[in-house]
């Protein structure tokens, strides 16, 4: 499903990635986690290409784009590989113009071309589905932010992409309103959505994740089952960042 | 001190006044609101592009209009071009210089409008794939609309009031025609007075009109 090999990526000198290899077989869920600054939302956005990577190579359900030094990415292999990906991001990015509904119409009927009527009606089950029923005709503002990242997670799905990228989706939520996003990112796994999530809510990656991905300055420290990562792992710096989450909980 | 006969004269000319108003003043602002819009929107999406040669094109023709005087630039379009063989209807030349004088002014205000609008915005719209031009036009530019709607408010309001110049290239407007009745009863303070006030009856009619519209946008955001 995902295929990622010898990713790098620089910001000018700044080396952010240095070398990311991954594979996630379909309807499998893939949790990173790592310290601030280690490159876990620069991995993400080079995923959906909101990033172009330096080099390597990407591959999401059969399309596959090579990154060379200096050589760039036509669009529309761009576009056709945004299609194969929805993304939710930190501070939800909804539409303020649009309502919960026309969120999550707007990939359909704009990229899609698909009708009003059908979109309007996939709408309607997608804000269903993230237990928004009723909430159709709200602007953003009048909704409560975890009501806010869940449409953006309904629009995300909107286009039916094969893989959901998550970036820290509950960060700018107040904790009251974590359980309710976490509840429909579960769901979804148990639907056998495949799904790429960065998270700091480490009780829920340990839950969720088929495999979890520890990073750290830019490479990928650890990486297994969860089990594994958590409770085996040798390398002294995965103990001494786990030992650390441990301290602050 | 206001005896009849000035009465009858302000009566008398409140009419042609506010009739060279609605036929002549009006029609000629809301032309060149609408057209310089076009314009404006157009300099704006091309100073904000990649393109190397549009975009100094469109950087000249804004500073050479904010550059140079509304007046001098009408007589240059009116009096100048006819040496050049182009000779213009007084009309049509104020409507090429204040379309021109809109759309320098405003796609500052467009252009800032634009960058205003968070990058999540545009990421957000990428991310559901997206091209730029359907990033802009479904995404972008409605919110920043929204956020032009005062400026650009303004910008009509200074037109309404600026057409006035057009008096200066034989333009029967509201103002030539306060001139010219000025001409035949020598009463120019009381006609110019008059004219003064028919514009700012025009004005606070658009102010009520602004202020309406704003708060028709103001359903989606909060405050
Ligand atoms: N557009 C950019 N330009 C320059 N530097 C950037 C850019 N984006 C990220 N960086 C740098 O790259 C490094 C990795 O950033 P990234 O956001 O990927 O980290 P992260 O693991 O997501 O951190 P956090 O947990 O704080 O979200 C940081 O040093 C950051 O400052
Ligand atoms: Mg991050």
């Known amino acids: 499903m995902i295929e990622v090999r010898d990713l790098h990526k620089s910001f000018g000198p700044l080396a952010v990635l240095k070398g990311i290899n991954l594979s996630l077989a379909h309807g499998k869920v893939l949790v990173i986690i790592g310290p601030s600054g280690s490159g876990k939302t620069t991995l993400l956005r080079c995923l959906n290409l909101l ?28 576009r056709a590989l945004r ?6 991001f930190q501070s939800f990015h909804l539409f303020p113009h649009m309502t919960a509904l026309q969120n999550v119409m707007e990939g359909p009927v704009t ?8 979109a309007a009606l996939l709408g309607r089950e ?5 237990g928004l029923a009723g909430k159709e005709d709200a602007y953003p ?43 429909v990112i579960r769901q979804l796994a148990a639907e056998g959505m495949t799904m790429v999530i960065v998270t700091h809510e480490m009780k829920f990656a340990a839950d969720v994740a088929d495999q979890l991905v520890l ?13 594994q990562v958590f409770d ?18 | 001190m206001m005896d009849e006969r000035k009465l009858q004269i302000l009566q008398d000319s409140l009419l042609p006044l506010l009739q060279a108003g609605l036929a002549y003043t009006l029609p000629l602002a809301l032309l060149s609101f609408v057209l310089g819009l076009l314009l404006a929107v157009a300099t704006a999406l091309v100073r904000i592009s990649s393109w190397y040669i549009p975009q100094q094109i469109a950087r000249f023709y804004v500073w050479v209009i904010r550059g140079t005087p509304l007046l001098v630039q009408l007589f240059i379009i009116f009096y100048g071009l006819p040496a050049a063989g182009v000779v213009l209807d007084p009309f049509i030349a104020a409507l090429i210089g204040f379309t021109l004088s809109v759309g320098a002014y405003s796609s500052e205000i467009v252009r800032a409008a634009i960058l205003s609008i968070p990058k999540g915005q545009w990421e957000a719209a990428y991310s559901l794939g997206m091209t ?4 802009l036009r479904r995404i972008v530019l409605p919110q920043a609309a929204r956020v032009s709607v005062p400026p650009l408010s303004n910008s009509f309001i200074s037109l309404i009031k600026d057409t006035s110049l057009a008096a200066g290239i034989t333009y029967v407007e509201m103002f030539r025609t306060a001139q010219q009745i000025t001409a035949v009863t020598y009463e120019p303070l009381l006609l110019y007075s008059e004219a003064a006030a028919v514009y700012l009856l025009f004005c606070s009619v658009l102010s009520v009109l602004q202020h309406l519209l704003e708060r028709r946008f103001d359903r989606y955001s909060a405050a």
């Open chain 1, 215 to 227: 990073m750290d300055g830019g490479v990928i420290l650890e990486q297994g089952p969860p089990e």
């Open chain 1, 111 to 118: 990229v899609q071309k698909r009708s009003r009527t059908e």
């Open chain 1, 126 to 130: 997608l804000l269903g589905k993230v």
């Open chain 1, 51 to 78: 990033e172009i990577p330096d080099t390597g190579s990407l591959g999401i359900g059969g399309q596959r784009v090579e990154f060379a030094a200096g050589g760039g990415v036509p669009a529309k292999a761009v």
């Open chain 1, 232 to 249: 085996h792992s040798a390398h002294p710096r995965v103990r001494q960042f786990l030992n650390r989450l441990g301290g602050e909980e």
């Open chain 1, 141 to 183: 503002h009048q909704l409560s932010g975890g009501q806010q990242q869940r449409v953006a997670i309904a629009r995300a799905m909107a286009t039916s992409p094969e893989v959901l990228l998550f970036d820290e989706p509950t960060s700018a939520l107040d904790p009251e309103l974590v359980g309710e996003v976490l509840k």
């Open chain 1, 83 to 88: 299609l194969k990906t929805g993304m939710v």
């Open chain 2, 132 to 135: 730029r031009s359907q990033a």
